[in-house]
């Protein structure tokens, strides 16, 4: 057996790398407001080597090659962003969103029900992107402006926008998230983790009722506002019915997804299936696929491996940090803590500790969910192994309640402070508080509440069998 990694002080001086990363976290989205991953990406490098300068004489090397184990388990993560990347882009190119504004318009839907036609338009275009910020970035400007002068209430309407952009991370096979919470969770009846279409193909369930909910919920509280002149201007602007052709692509890609268990050739098909389809509807051109301007390349691959590279680099670091509380044992004294505690005893016991593991490290994180899911994912993988439940579970309530109720915190999420951000420049309605985006945060409190529903009846929970199959227990 390999010697553990030791410290100066004792292991628990192993959590200084841990410490230092949630100083970047804090300095850059709270303070700064500056919301980068490759910042995040250098404060946990930085901390990593600041980490090594405690280790006890004679453990130097043994800190580097904890580093570089744990970065070896964030490979198969990093290789899958960068493919999902390409279709992602693929998706933004198109300008889907263009079509549902068409469909809000030809409906003559306002007030409340826009709010929630808005709420379902975003579900669909987050989950063919799998990009919570950037849904965000991209709807923003077209709906939220529009629905103001329809008569929505602002602060339900921009929650409305965030939330539909939290339920595609939660729920899209190409979300990071989605690929962190299965790439974490590993078998015990077989060699592997959990692959990513068997969990959204089980965790469907769960964002289907608290999406079915919020929905009503967003008609039935979205409106109140007042009627503004230039509403039609707005989506006159950004109308084209086209673009909704591009959700044909989508669909094939997740039904390959699910049916095959093969991200990888899902996505492939997509991809091929999205060009074809994007340049025989004008969509698309052939530099929009890859092309040079002044020297730099463009077009929506290169910018889909682009796009992740931010993410792979924190995703990269912060695996490195798990390396090393790995190798001092960390890990294990945690999980054994929480085993050996009255929640550890039995499987319902151990998924309210997931929940409460998740939650506390999310909000650390001030809402960086890839950052708090790698980070507590290995402490889950190794409580609900020992408990017997199935990789998809674990990865499930690992995904669900990362993207809940801890990301309505006001002060704390950095989904409630873009979207605060993103109601400021018009001139028909103040900059919305952070406490009014966070009230209309009604999805990301729906799915808390679906999910702890599911702790305390055992919907949904699932062991692991023979082979890894997945089965229930009749005595649990």
Request: charged residues 10%; glycine residues 12%; hydrophobic residues 55%.
């Amino acid at each position: 057996m390999d010697k553990k990694l030791e410290f100066k002080g004792g292991w628990g001086v192993a959590f200084i790398p841990v410490v230092i990363f949630l100083f970047f976290c804090i300095l850059y989205f709270i303070v700064f407001k500056a919301f980068e991953m490759y910042a995040l990406a250098m404060g946990a490098f930085v901390a990593l080597m600041v980490g090594a300068i405690f280790v006890k004489k004679g453990n130097y090397d043994r800190f580097w090659n904890s580093v570089y184990d744990g970065v070896k388990e964030a490979v198969p993560i990093a290789i899958l962003l960068f493919v999902i990347g390409m279709f992602s882009e693929l998706i933004k190119t198109t300008n889907i969103s263009a079509g549902f504004v068409w469909l809000a318009d030809l409906l003559g839907v306002d007030g409340g029900l826009f709010t929630a036609f808005t709420f379902l338009a975003i579900c669909i275009i987050s989950t063919a992107t799998g990009s919570s910020i950037g849904t965000m970035f991209t709807c923003f400007p077209i709906f939220f402006p529009a629905g103001v002068l329809l008569g929505c209430d602002p602060a339900v309407l921009a929650g409305a926008i965030v939330s539909a952009s939290i339920f595609g991370d939660n729920l899209a096979p190409i979300s990071d998230t989605t690929i962190i919470s299965a790439g974490t969770q590993e078998y015990t009846k077989k060699e592997g983790f959990a692959e990513v279409s068997g969990c959204v193909a089980s965790r469907l369930k769960y964002s289907l009722v608290a999406g079915t909910i919020s929905f009503f919920l967003f008609w039935i509280l979205g409106g109140g506002g007042t009627v503004g002149v230039g509403a039609s201007d707005i989506l006159a602007k950004n109308m084209n019915p086209i673009t909704l052709v591009m959700l044909v692509p989508v669909a094939v890609m997740l039904i390959i997804a699910i049916k095959t268990r093969n991200i990888y050739k899902a996505i492939t098909v997509g991809i091929i299936l999205g060009m074809i389809t994007g340049l025989a509807f004008n969509l698309l051109t052939f530099d929009n696929i890859i092309s040079v301007e002044d020297g730099t390349p463009v077009g929506f691959l290169t910018d889909g491996i682009n796009s992740m590279m931010a993410i792979v680099t924190l995703v990269i670091s912060v695996y490195g940090i798990m390396g090393v509380l790995n190798g001092a044992g960390v890990l294990e004294k945690v999980t054994n803590s929480i085993l050996n505690s009255k929640m550890g005893k039995t499987a319902r016991g151990a998924e309210f500790a997931m929940m409460l593991g998740i939650s506390f490290t999310t909000l650390l994180f001030g809402g960086v969910t890839s950052a708090s899911m790698t980070t507590f994912g290995k402490v889950q993988n190794e409580i609900g192994k020992r408990v017997g439940l199935h990789p998809y579970r674990r990865a499930n309530l690992l995904d669900g309640f990362a993207n809940s109720i801890v990301l309505v915190i006001p002060f704390l999420s950095v989904f409630v402070f873009l979207g605060a951000l993103l109601t400021k420049g018009y001139d028909f309605v103040a900059p919305l508080l952070l406490t009014e985006v966070s009230s209309g945060m009604i999805y990301c409190m729906v799915l808390f509440l679906v999910l702890l529903f599911s702790i305390i009846t055992g919907w949904g929970r699932q062991y692991e069998g023979l082979e890894g199959k997945a089965v229930s227990n009749p005595q649990d």
